[in-house]
């Protein structure tokens, strides 16, 4: 069974730093890709970072230069390092994976059941984070 358990998150002052782990249990890394999104309440999913099989990396604009994605396929676990944050940063973050055979992108069913534009069939609960002025 796919599993996949964030950590990491919390409350913190603007400007502070948090990182998030993603620990994968029932399949490997290897071949996978796998990503990070956030969901505000009555907000839409939102795509944070995205790690492929082979190392790259993907960041929206509104991203890029504070969020950094990782991965250590030894232990299993993606990591989002975010540095300074800001209140509209808070949201529930969620670890997503796709495995081999790797999907294109398509509506389907986010992390909260609802639709959701990526390529991820694979979610896992989520963290909180918590960004105060």
């Known amino acids: 069974e796919v599993q996949l358990v964030e950590s990491g998150g919390g409350s913190v002052q603007a400007g502070g730093s948090l990182r998030l782990s993603c620990t994968a249990s029932?399949?490997?890394?290897?071949?996978?890709?796998m990503g990070w999104y956030r969901q505000a309440p009555d907000n839409e999913c939102e795509l944070v970072s995205h790690?492929?099989?082979?190392?790259?990396?993907y960041y929206p604009e509104s991203m890029k230069g504070r969020f950094t994605i990782s991965r250590d396929n030894y232990k299993n676990t993606v990591y989002l390092q975010m540095n300074s944050l800001k209140p509209e940063d808070t949201a529930v973050y969620y670890c997503a994976a796709d495995l081999p055979p790797l999907r294109p992108q398509s509506h389907s069913a986010g992390p909260r059941g609802d639709s959701c534009y990526s390529q991820f069939a694979y979610w896992g609960q989520g963290t909180q984070v918590t960004v105060s002025s």
């Open positions: 029932g399949f490997t890394l290897d071949g996978s890709d």
């Open positions: 790690i492929g099989y082979d190392g790259s990396t």
